[in-house]
């Protein structure tokens, strides 16, 4: 049986402490959540997704109270960010204190916390008195879920309720700091634009990203987050168009702009793309509109049934560089690691 979605907090509560999963609305994206102090609730969570035990998953809390149980030590760092950004889409990677399972962790001796900014899942962690482990509610490797209709498609039969938060309204998973005493590197792009990270430290983060499996942050493989069809930079098409034969396929456009589009539409007159699908990630290349879209557009090429689509890259300037990430990662051929 699907699991019901709704909004009744008392009985996702209920559930999570008889260590059952619930998906649970943030405002980067769904998360599959579970009690996570407790390790047969954390093992459900792996299962369900999928997901290898060596990416490690994020503690989910509602003040920094709770979020200081959870660690060693709280670093003057971890407390500048957490007031400046919580609850909000940073998470920050810092040493663990020794009641956190090591299932959580994937056996580091640093745990990935933060608190996010959605009314009913800071109501939800409020009924509990434990964190919430949360992934984002999708199977491994697949686009992040953005509404609840994404996990009731996917995870539906493998979990027990969905706290239904209606869209994300960021749409992109949490930037990734790991905080080091005074010392703070990005481990993921995220939600948070790093120009904002840097007005508040005052300095420029050391970014520790790879395209590459990322010993720093071991579930960023270089193929996640990829939906069934053929992803492809539009660079790579203008170069390749007068070989490749696209035959009939069902295949579409991603701009990044609307404007883009436009100006360079004469190209589509082209007979190859005659019944082309074109999308938009934003009118006006607007980074926060284009990532509140993305993995709702990157899920609707596979339900329109689409085998190729060629995409253009956001601007690298704000979120437009976790934007490009996930594009990267989605784009990467699937037999890499
Ligand atoms: O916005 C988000 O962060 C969402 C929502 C649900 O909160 N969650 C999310 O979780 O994106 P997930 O599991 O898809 O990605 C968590 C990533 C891991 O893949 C890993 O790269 C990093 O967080 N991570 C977790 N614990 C870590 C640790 N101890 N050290 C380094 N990286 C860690
Ligand atoms: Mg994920």
Redesign the pocket.
């Known amino acids: 049986m699907p699991a019901p979605i709704g909004n009744d907090i008392e009985k996702a509560a209920a559930l999570l402490i008889q260590g059952k999963l619930v998906a649970i609305p943030?405002e980067?994206?769904?998360?599959l959540a579970a009690n996570g102090l407790d390790n047969l609730a954390v093992s459900c969570i792996f299962e369900a997704k999928n997901r290898p035990a060596f990416?490690?998953?994020?503690l989910?809390v509602e003040s920094i109270e709770q979020a200081k149980n959870l660690v060693k030590h709280w670093s003057e760092m971890a407390d500048r960010l957490a007031k400046a950004f919580w609850p909000g889409?940073l998470?920050l990677?810092l040493p663990?204190a020794s009641h956190v399972p090591n299932l959580v962790?994937?056996g580091?001796s640093?745990?990935?916390i933060?608190m996010?900014n959605n009314a009913q899942t800071l109501a939800l962690l409020r009924l509990l008195p434990f964190p919430l482990a949360?992934?984002?509610?999708n199977p491994f490797g697949y686009v992040?879920p953005t509404k609840a209709q994404h996990v009731l498609d996917q995870l539906g039969n493998r979990i027990h309720y969905i706290v239904d938060g209606g869209d994300c309204n960021i749409g992109i998973?949490?930037t990734?700091l790991?905080v080091n005493n005074n010392d703070v590197s990005v481990?993921?792009l995220?939600?948070l634009a790093l120009s904002e990270i840097e007005a508040v430290i005052g300095f420029r983060a050391k970014e520790i990203l790879t395209t590459h499996s990322?010993p720093?942050?071991?579930?960023?493989l270089d193929h996640h987050y990829s939906p069934k069809c053929l992803l492809i930079p539009m660079e790579l098409e203008i170069s390749a168009a007068n070989n490749v034969n696209e035959g009939l396929r069902p295949m579409g456009f991603m701009w990044y702009s609307r404007q883009s589009y436009h100006q360079v539409a004469k190209k589509f007159e082209d007979h190859r793309y005659i019944g082309a699908k074109h999308y938009f990630l934003s009118e006006n290349a607007n980074d926060k509109e284009a990532a509140s879209r993305l993995f709702d557009l990157l899920r609707q090429f596979d339900k329109d049934g689409l085998s190729l689509v060629y995409f253009e890259w956001a601007t690298e300037f704000g979120l437009g560089r976790a934007i490009n990430d996930r594009l990267n990662r989605a784009s990467a051929k699937k037999n890499q690691t």
């Open positions: 943030t980067t994206v769904y998360g990416d490690p998953l994020i989910h889409p998470t990677v663990k962790t994937s580091q640093t745990v990935a933060r996010p949360a992934p984002s509610a992040s998973e949490s990734i790991a481990l993921r995220g939600g990322n720093m942050a071991p579930g960023q």
